[in-house]
T-cell receptor, first 115, second 115 residues
Framework: AQKVTQAQTEISVVEKEDVTLDCVYE???????LFWYKQPPSGELVFLIR??????QNEISGRYSWNFQKSTSSFNFTITASQVVDSAVYFC????????????FGTGTRLQVTL | GAVVSQHPSWVICKSGTSVKIECRSL??????MFWYRQFPKQSLMLMAT?????????EQGVEKDKFLINHASLTLSTLTVTSAHPEDSSFYIC???????????FGPGTRLTVL
């Protein structure tokens, strides 16, 4: 079965704390693409990152970083020094080969950052 | 570049009426567009894949006669919710796949409320 699991339904942190959002996936494919999207209260999906399954290099973009561990089928997302503007729902998603570019989304993690 | 628009951004209608939602790729051609539905506090669920010039492919459990999809040009796909009922109230999001960039770009979504 091909599946994306985001076990954390809601996370609440105080501003400036670091927070990691977990994403675990299941697939038998060797080639696939991993994504993270942010959905603020406005509803519009904001693309954050895309990685392919052959690129296991971790990535850092400002306060955001991603840790791709193929051995554990995980693609975790860390926000350092969180800010109130980071409050949103974050979705992990995958495109599996043979699915005609159809995205499979996780259930999302709602992040609340308070002062 | 790679902007996708949706119109309208929100709509309120009476039960039994039909509602048309447009999805446009503004600065690129999209041979494939996807329609998602998102209920409150839930993830995005793919409804159908729309290919330009051919019939849409619907996901299991999605009624094709209720959710009519037309993809008549490389920049426009429409979703018509026919005989809408309150249970169709949801957030509808489209995405367009750019052949050049091999990426999906999301529209801002349309919030449908059926009274």
């Amino acid at each position: 079965a091909q599946k994306v699991t985001q076990a954390q339904t809601e996370i609440s942190v105080v501003e400036k704390e670091d927070v990691t959002l977990d994403c675990v996936y299941e697939t038998r494919d060797t080639t696939y693409y991993l994504f993270w999207y942010k959905q603020p209260p406005s509803g519009e999906l904001v693309f954050l990152i895309r990685r392919n399954s052959f690129d296991e290099q971790n990535e850092i973009s400002g306060r955001y970083s991603w840790n791709f561990q193929k051995s554990t089928s995980s693609f975790n997302f860390t926000i350092t020094a969180s800010q109130v503007v980071d409050s949103a729902v974050y979705f992990c998603a995958l495109i599996f080969t043979g699915t005609a570019s159809k995205l499979t989304f996780g259930t999302g993690t709602r992040l609340q950052v308070t002062l | 570049g790679a902007v996708v628009s949706q119109h309208p951004s929100w709509v309120i209608c009476k039960s039994g009426t039909s509602v048309k939602i447009e999805c446009r790729s503004l600065d690129f051609q999209a041979t494939t567009m996807f329609w998602y539905r998102q209920f409150p506090k839930q993830s995005l669920m793919l409804m159908a894949t729309s290919n330009e010039g051919s019939k849409a492919t619907y996901e299991q459990g999605v009624e094709k006669d209720k959710f009519l999809i037309n993809h008549a040009s490389l920049t426009l796909s429409t979703l018509t919710v026919t005989s809408a009922h309150p249970e169709d109230s949801s957030f509808y999001i489209c995405s367009a796949r750019s052949v050049i960039y091999n990426e999906q770009f999301f529209g801002p979504g349309t919030r449908l409320t059926v009274l």
